[in-house]
């Protein structure tokens, strides 16, 4: 590997923006048959890093070199059709085309009477079957999958080039542990024929697994290069962060230390809540004051029973008491009348609105449920703005920015602060951590320890087991659309545990990452 | 990064605020092509014999004040992405119930009043057909107002019995040809509307709202926003200025013309809301942009009639400015070209290898 | 822009069909009690009339007065097929499907005189004679049809401009409002009005302007060519009583006085004009005589017995040119 030359050499990059210098003289090197890593907090100048490299911005000053030639590329398109492959965080397919469609857009195989369908899917079928997605029925419409699988099938579509670099802007943000297991040995087999990739994460255990090189940037800046074995993972966050590890330690919180004992009634309290292909039916008790946690696989069906309970999803069975009084929770307006709110996994499409701004997504969940014609003033909208910006601190605090230009830890801020200015008695937290920063993360569980110790009921759902058991008081662990065990948490309890109970199971599944 | 970002906003904010700007642009170029034709054409005079203001501007402002009611309810039915082709044949039924009750009643003020309130009722009854078509059926706007459109001017033929209905009633005139100190009433009233509507939509909350539905619709619907009842009281809203409007046509000459009165002046409503910098796509909206807008598609029929453009090349007069405003406004088309200026430099420094 | 009258278009041909498939079972009867033939005398005559539907006060008469005509007692079935919103397109298809169920005569009154020949080819091979009511077509192919029986628009619309030449002696500038661009009677009107008009050289035309027919937009382009023309109009022709009668309410909204100030001339002779005329609003009615159903199916019979026709049947038409004779023609009006 050290042998051949790098198959992209970037020197001395540096691209300003009005006010703000995005990279700063940012070397990095790519060989033939790795995967290197980019490592960096968000706004540290990941993205830039691999935008310039496409040719999306263009760089003020420095050099790139592919195959030891100097380039400049004019968008992701140019910089394919040299071999240069990009699949980006945010799924951008089209959701009402099939999934072979989907794969072979804009590279249909083309017969005499135009494009050659048969042939298509025949190639779509390949490259989908090298990434062990055998399985997927090339006819049916994209939407009718997870986003998880979404993800691979923009993967596929991105290797039917078969390119020489791939680059991966953190796909592995929505994707199981089985996913990614999967994933990971479709990109090793990849590496082993050569292909170099590119790969941005924000999750250290799979840069550990994968990766043979870490770049680490910071502000813009870079701060070193340096092999996988021999950079350790304090060493690392301290470097990607700027701080030492115990400084950040203790952001996080310990709540597993102080099990918190549920007293008197439950505040929700759902007999047989379920929904015809969603949920099983499902008994389920919250008290005032706890952390719920939902663990299980994705798709296994924590969000359907969180949208039930929030009523996202109306409930075709159960019955469920609020406060001891036996309620219909029928819709989303009704659920935040009863004070209980619901932060989607889905940010994109369910939380933000990308073309308001930070104030206006802020302030809408509470004028929803004030209703328009009171609206709350201008001065009180600012208040509340600028309690949640400061609270959770959001930055950049500026609460007059469309919120798409902030980072994605700082828009589930805003989001968190959406929910809390509802003042919840319950609230459901559906991922409220995957695709963000380290620090972001520590905070937004600060945050949720915090409304727990004030008398919230917190539901929580996460892909990340480790988070679960941190922070839950109880654990509710899900299983193909059914409440599989509850477990009280406490110092027994490890993510491990609750692996255990979902391959216990006796089905053949792999809930196993390492 | 991040100032990357605000720039970028600063921007956008800057080009929505353009898009109204070039309707503006485009009214006083016109105005000036009328005024190179005859020096007095802005000029506004007392007329001594009526005893009001006259001239050409007063005529546009009353010419454009039907425009500028069913613009202002497209507006705000557009923010929610969707859109009302039934504007026009709503007025062809406001002013058929008027016309035809005021034709067998007696001309006093009582009786206008009743005929109004009767005119604007159904339409506005129509308007939420729309509206249950669209929220509660969850049929597509675009269908669901096809629907309406075809079969509001079939309503209004069986109202009037298939004949162009004429009746007298001094009040009802009034409003349509009337002037206050000099005013016209129907520019006094339509403006009193127009701002009307902008307090209610952006001192509530509604404007948020409805741009919330318009951008996201399944993200507020999450955050609670009622989009059911706020589609149904948008569609409603477009009917009753939508009724507004067929009254002021009517009443100017007090005839309801079944297949010409509002005939295709949804066309002329969306035109002036996206001249206006309102994205069909729906979201922001601007109801500033769509009087702009309404104001310029008035001054355009005028200008036609001013400087004696044919009557057969009058449709293509008028698409040429449109068109060419059209493409001013875009964003992409000015970007294309910069675009393809840099390109070319760029591609003659870079050696690409075979 | 176009897309959505094509649309609504697409919903007027799904009726026509609906109205087609309906009507062929009809044909079928009518076909077997044909083959059947010779029982009985009295068999009945189907009409096919594509009519034009709301237009004006005019063509509510026309068409009323048809209808009343070919009534079943007179042994008829009229199908009466209006067009949709004055679509020609509309107009086809129901011309098609009257050719396609096999009615015994079609009458015609085109909204827009050309694109006719393919419908009335197939009118011609389906052996279905073909009348045009008062509408001509263009070009004026008179093999495609059997005769157009209709008011003479050159004749009014002159005997309009004859007026115009007594009336002014001294001269003066006139303004005309003319019907939407293209259509077959506004070519009419004009060559009659020019032909007279234009050979007077003290008659200034000051321009020319669509009005569709309509009061509303009548009123509102003539207000704004009062303006362009300092008020300095004396004489308007309008090519129908509608828009006469928007042209008068401009008038006196600018201050002026119609039949002093600005003498305005309308063809159509409808009641709401006779009236304004009665009044002095207007100053000279030229009537285009819409009850010509008798007429109408004298000619029906004759062409169903196999005789000849003229190819042009006039219908003639009066004219009022005070209001004396608008009152004493009122009571008797029956448009």
Redesign the interface.
Known sequence: MTGAPPIVEMKDISISFPGVKALDEVDFRLFPGEVHTLMGENGAGKSTLIKALTGVYKIDSGEILVDGEERRFGGTADAQAAGIATVYQEVNLCSNLSIGENVMLGHEVRGPFGINWKATHRAAAEVLSTLGLDHLDLRRPLSTLSLAVQQLVAISRAMITKPKVLILDEPTSSLDANEVANLFTVIRRLRGQGVAILFVTHFLDQVYMISDRITVLRNGAFVGEYPTRELDRTTLISKMIGKDFATLRSLGSERQSHHYEPRGEPLLRAEDLGRKGSTEPTDLELHQGEVLGLAGLLGSGRTELARLLYGADRPDSGTVWLRGKKTDIHNPTSALGHRIAFSSENRRDEGIIRDLTVRENLVLAVQAKRGWFRPLTRKEQDALTRKYLTELNVRPADPERPIKFLSGGNQQKVLLGRWLATEPDLLILDEPTRGIDVGAKAEIQAAVAALAAKGVAVVFISSELEEVVRLSDRIIVMKDHRKLAELENGPHVTAETIVAVIADEGDDEEGDTE | ?????????AN?GAIVRNQAFWGVIAIVLLLAINVI??PGYLAIGY????GHL???LI?ILR?SAPILMIAVGMCLVVATSGID?SVGSIMVVAGAVSMELLRGMDGTAGNAALTLAIALGIATALGAVNGILVSVVGLQPFIST?VM??AG?GIA?VITG???T?ADNDSFAWLA?GYVVGIPVVFLLSMAIVALVWVLVR????G??L??IG??S?????????RRS?QLTVYSASGLLAGVAGVF??A??M?V?????G??L??DAILAVVIGGTSLAG??FSIGGAVIGGLLIATL??TV??L?V???A?PAFKAIVIVVLCLLQSERVRNLFRNRRA?RA?SQ??VV?A | MRSIPRVARAFAVTGALALGLAACGGGDDDTASGDGGGEGGDEIVTVGFVAVGPEGGWRQANEANVQDTFTEEAGFELKYAPATNLDQRSQIDAFTSFVDEGVDVILLSATEGAGWEDSLRRAQEAEIPVILVDRGIEPDDTSLYVTRIAPDNYEVSTSVAEWAVSAFPDGGNYFVLEGPAGVSVVNERNRGWDDTVGAVPNLVKVGAQTANWSTEEAKSVFETVLRANNNDIQIVFAQNDEMGLGAAIAVEEAGLTPGVDVQIATIDGTKPALEALAEGRLSFVAEYNPLFGETLLEVVDKVLNGEEVEPYIVVPSETFDSPEAAAAALPDRKY
Do not use: C, H, W
């Open positions: 990064m991040t100032d990357v970002a605000s720039r970028i906003a956008r034709k005859d007329n001594d014999e009526t006259s001239g050409n005529d010419a082709l096809l459109m075809l001017r033929k298939g004949q162009n004429t040809n001192r509530s909350a509604l948020l709202m741009e919330a951008m996201d399944r993200a507020s619907r999450l955050a609670g926003v009622k706020l046509a009517t100017s000459v005839t013309d079944v297949s010409r009165t005939y295709q949804e066309l979201g922001k029929d005028k009639v001013f004696g044919p009557a057969s009058t390109l760029q420094k870079e290898p």
